[in-house]
């Protein structure tokens, strides 16, 4: 989640009209939404304004072009023109970064209490960074793709991004790595690389554009671990174009740690994500605010990576080992030596030669600790944690020579009794990665959705959400909260709750509302921003709203 460019805009004869707030740059990329059969005429003009055409999105009629500020202007002014808008950014929202293991999220959310036999029956479209398909813990999924404009081979991910989340929502219980919410390879995945291989950014008419195609390909679950902090009407609309048809789009919530709404995930169609972490406790970098809906594990999730591009490590102290952590960055080395006390690293360790510093956290960078064992002579360093809980650390892109790991509070603890011991620190490639962020918490919720789902496909994509903000497990302030949402979006529970009452006691969906405690409004009812009972979207101009 980064800064994008800030426009004031004023509405003018029906459209849209923006002039920057700062120096800008000499264009822009614009969405022109034109009234239908006009694209023809609206092409022309667009080239006769001397724009570049970069997308045309036909079922929208509707055309992304990059130009100068003065043309979208004139563009707008263009009596075959409905309105002009920025065609806004959107980001990743990733926030850090043997034998089969069951990362902590699986069981938070339930999906390990029921059975996912019958999810052949959904299929669940990731728009994302790609797929890394040869990985041994993805090979064996039932998975197509589609590339974007110049993003590469859907099948293909050197982002990481992509991968790590196609793992959460489906690992394959293979006996090796680690096991997804859809783990028996039953789930039909569609992969729709909008980001390329420096994961940068997309636009939001490449989003529309990626959410046609998963509804093409029979997405029933759109899961998107991406955002940005600026809205767009033609954006919204294509979203609750899409929820009146029956998809259910997902969508993080965003890890700027501070209220502002993320897009997509704020729009009433679209399922808000918010991160907690082991504890149940919301992550310090996950927005809070009135779209929050859901909330699922996103710190410290345990996924797959392509293949070798991850890290693991290995610390013992003879004959125990000790849970560690690779630093993100550390070289692929191991080294070995008396296990000495460094203090907090602040400068080069003296007495470290030959040896594995133990460094405590806090003062200075993870980065200078390890440049400071370094500099002493040290063969490897290990630094604990300040706080309860493992440590995921990064050098920020230093190069240091030695590896180096982080391990937890407790253990750096127990560690300073051990002193003089020979300890060894290894640091080696693999396929799987700790990641933290609302991207992270979004698999997880998008997984149970497909789960919950495939054993009542009479429900609509409405009466699904709203089982699923019914049954949510309750944190934080008593009731929906702007942190937690309605809660812990949890898979069992929804599965009990429709067997009980059907897919009619599911109610219907909504964003920051609590799901399945009101009866389903119809078309043309009165509703809110917060409204989860619309058998569609709350739409309107504030304090009329009505459910479309």
């Known amino acids: 989640m980064t800064r994008a460019i800030r426009l004031i805009c004023a509405a003018a004869l029906g459209v849209l009209l923006c002039s920057t707030a700062w120096a800008a740059p ?27 055409i970069e997308r045309e999105l036909p ?46 999220g699986i069981g938070m959310v339930q999906a390990d209490q029921v059975p996912d036999t019958l999810a052949g029956n959904r299929t669940l479209c990731i728009i994302d960074s790609g797929y890394s398909h ?19 081979n859907w099948y293909v991910d050197l982002s990481q991004h992509g991968t790590h989340v196609g ?6 219980d293979n006996g090796i790595g680690v ?28 989003l529309v554009a990626a959410l046609d195609v998963c509804e093409s390909n029979g997405a029933n679950v759109v899961s998107m671990s991406l955002g940005g902090s600026f809205k767009s009407r033609f954006e919204d609309g294509a979203f609750g174009t899409a929820y009146g048809r029956g998809v259910l789009s997902i969508a993080a919530a965003g890890n700027d740690g501070n209220t502002r709404k993320s897009y997509p995930a704020s729009y009433d169609s679209v399922v808000s994500v918010a991160a907690i972490d082991s504890a149940k406790m919301i992550a310090d970098f996950s927005q809070q605010n009135g779209a929050v809906e859901l909330a699922a594990p996103g710190v410290g999730v345990l996924s797959t990576v392509p293949v070798g591009t991850g890290t693991e490590s290995t610390v013992t102290v003879a004959p125990d080992t000790i849970d560690s952590n690779a630093m993100e960055g550390s070289p692929l080395t191991n080294g070995s030596g008396p296990l000495v006390d460094c203090g907090l690293g602040t400068s080069a360790c003296g ?38 809980g493992a440590l995921l650390g990064t050098l920020g892109g230093v190069s240091t020579a030695i590896p180096s790991v982080g391990v937890s509070q407790a253990d750096g603890q127990a560690l300073l009794g051990r002193l003089g011991e020979s300890a060894t620190v290894d640091v080696a490639a693999s396929n799987y990665a700790y990641f933290d962020g609302t991207s992270m918490a979004t698999p997880h919720a998008s997984g149970v ?31 929906r909260d702007n942190a937690y949402g309605n809660g812990l979006v949890r898979a069992r ?39 989860d009972c619309c058998s569609g979207s709350c739409k309107g101009k504030p304090g009329a709203k009505t459910c479309k």
């Open 26 to 52: 000499a264009t822009e990329r614009y969405i022109v939404k034109f009234n239908p059969g006009k694209a023809d005429a609206v092409r022309a003009a667009l080239k006769a304004r001397g724009a570049t």
């Open 59 to 104: 079922g929208h009629d509707a055309m992304a072009a990059r130009m100068p500020d003065a043309a979208a202007a004139g563009m707008a002014r263009n009596p075959n023109v409905e309105y002009v808008e920025v065609d806004q950014k959107r980001y990743l929202v990733s926030h850090l970064e043997g034998s089969e293991a069951e990362p902590y």
């Open 134 to 152: 040869s990985h041994p813990d993805l090979s064996a999924n039932v998975a197509t793709g589609t590339n974007d404009s110049g993003t590469g």
């Open 167 to 172: 793992g959460t929502v489906s690992a394959i």
């Open 179 to 206: 096991v997804g919410v859809l783990g028996s390879g039953a789930v039909k995945l569609h992969i729709v690389k909008v980001f390329g291989d420096d994961g940068t950014w997309a636009y939001s008419s490449d």
């Open 351 to 388: 007495g470290a030669s030959g040896a594995v510093c133990l460094l405590a956290r806090g003062d200075i960078a993870f980065s200078d600790k390890v440049l400071n064992c370094q500099a002493g002579g040290g063969a490897a360093a290990i630094i604990y944690n300040n706080v309860d």
């Open 449 to 479: 959705a497909a789960l919950v789902w495939s054993h009542f496909t009479d429900c609509t994509n409405a009466e699904i959400r709203g089982a699923l903000n019914a049954t949510a497990e309750d944190l934080g302030a008593a009731g």
């Open 493 to 531: 529970s929804a599965f009990d709750y429709l067997t009980a009452n059907g897919c009619a006691g599911g109610g219907g969906g909504g964003g920051g509302g609590g799901g399945g405690t009101c009866p389903l409004l119809p078309k043309g009812a009165p509703c809110s921003d917060n409204a």
